[in-house]
């Protein structure tokens, strides 16, 4: 049955998400689970004689999950390997076994962009499961309308491919630690003991006290859409994190209220910086977490700040060359890439940043300045929309330097995007597509040159 008959109506990009779920099965973590890159019928041979652990996450946390759930599986004994979703293939699905998915849904109901190719390859096909036993864990966020959508379609495939469900489908809600209990208490249900109770599935570092250091809006001209540096330090510990990660803000009201931010800074400059623009609702008031960041907190008060791991939007291994492409405030997961290059004399890093006005919103002008000057920025192209009578944004500048883009990516690079989900990050991923080819952009989100931090 095709799985367009299997889904709402309104849910067609959950088609090209489903496509993606059942088959991203490469990355791998851990001691005895490191056995990746295998050939496929050794993949395949694996499958059907073990616990096979798939994952599919735009951030890393079923990722995450999965390589804990793999490892507490093999330390009972078991058999087991983890794997991401964009390394199965048919065979593999046919072989049966048993298999537990971990899959994330991101977006409106989403596949992550490295399950997306596997989507299209796979999921709109008919096949036969009737050998494969599964179980799934959907990671996802009640505040989307699609909670959990790719998951519980992937799954809905499976059961009308013939799989034989181990146990019901098990939703997660942001980490929801309860949720994951649950799924041990599954796993050891349909007798894959996965270790003793009480063990933390989500390495993450704790909530603790942040004190604000500093805040000054960077684009003071612009009364309509202030944007704040906002920079805190630790009252105890250390400095921690990677470029790429995300700090979680608990705002003070009604429990639990946090909101996440793009770092824009590495522990080398000594202190987390946010960029932080204010939101405000239709009748004027001031967004919960930005109203509080920019104006509720008094500098020098502390702020309850947790580190979040956001793997998924790491630079890829070797420090290769970068193509990091971003409007708004998403210049902050920009920025935090170049300074850690810029910490340890890395140049050829291209940067392409969109707002509305040179003049007003050139935000971290100066300190951008400097590192083209230091090459470690060697190219640098700005579309800022309101400067001239036609709108020009990032995905313009990019098209027009179509063969410097595929001269690049040739030559290695990888491709960071961070900003705007709606209007930027689609229109850049078309004119990515059409330069570089859909096929190979997929082949990029796949072995992680290609990655996205969008919002």
């Not at 003049?359 to 230091?374: G, L, M, N, P, Y």
Request: hydrophobic share 45%; net charge negative; aromatic share 6%.
């Amino acid at each position: 049955m095709p799985l367009s008959e299997l889904l709402p109506a309104d849910a067609d990009r959950l088609i090209a998400a489903a496509a993606v779920a059942v088959g991203y099965v490469g990355l791998c973590g851990g001691t005895a689970l490191g056995r990746l890159r295998r050939r496929p019928a050794d993949l395949r041979d694996d499958i059907a004689g073990g616990v096979t652990v798939v994952h599919a996450s735009q951030t890393g946390l079923a990722e995450q999950v999965a390589r804990r759930t793999a490892q507490s599986i093999a330390d009972a004994g078991h058999a087991c390997r983890a794997v991401p979703l964009s390394a199965l293939d048919r065979p593999m699905l046919e072989a049966g076994g048993r298999m537990l998915l971990v899959l994330s849904t991101t977006g409106e109901g989403d596949a992550p962009d490295a399950a997306a190719g596997f989507a299209r390859r796979l999921l709109g096909s008919e096949v036969e499961l009737s050998r494969l036993q599964y179980g799934m864990l959907a990671l996802g966020d009640r505040s989307y309308r699609q909670f959990c959508a790719f998951g519980l379609a992937v799954a809905d495939w499976l059961d009308h491919s013939g799989a034989e469900a181990l146990f019901p489908t098990i939703t997660v809600d942001d980490g929801d630690p309860e949720a994951l209990a649950r799924w041990q208490q599954a796993l050891a249900a349909a007798g894959l003991d996965a270790g003793p109770a009480g063990r933390p599935w989500i390495e993450a570092a704790p909530f603790g006290p942040w004190r604000l250091v500093e805040r000054r809006q960077l684009n003071p001209s612009d009364a309509e859409h202030p944007a704040f540096h906002v920079a805190f330090r630790p009252e105890k510990g250390e400095l921690r994190w990677q470029a790429g990660d995300l700090a979680r803000i608990a705002v003070p009201g009604e429990p639990p209220c946090h909101r996440d931010y793009s770092i824009a800074s590495v522990p080398e400059e000594g202190r987390l910086v946010l960029l932080v623009r204010q939101a405000r609702a239709p009748d004027g008031t001031l967004g919960r977490g930005s109203g509080w960041l920019t104006e509720g907190l008094a500098e020098g008060g502390s702020a309850n700040l947790q580190i979040r791991r956001n793997s998924g939007f790491h630079a890829p291994a070797g420090d290769p060359p970068l193509i990091l492409i971003g409007n708004g405030t998403g210049l902050a997961g920009l920025r935090a890439h170049l300074a850690a290059r810029a910490a340890r004399g890395i140049g050829g890093a291209w940067l392409l940043f969109g707002e509305r006005r040179r003049a007003a919103d050139w935000f971290h002008r100066e300190t951008i300045e400097d590192w083209v000057a230091a090459g470690i920025v060697d190219r640098l192209d700005l579309a800022f929309s309101r400067d001239q009578p036609e709108r020009v944004y990032v995905q313009h500048r990019l098209r027009a330097a179509a063969a410097d883009l595929a001269a690049r990516v040739d030559a290695g690079a990888a491709i960071l995007v961070c900003g705007s989900a709606e209007g930027m990050a689609p229109a850049v991923h078309a004119v990515l597509a059409d330069v570089l080819g859909a096929d190979r952009l997929e082949r990029l989100a796949e072995e992680g040159r290609y990655r996205r931090d969008v919002y």
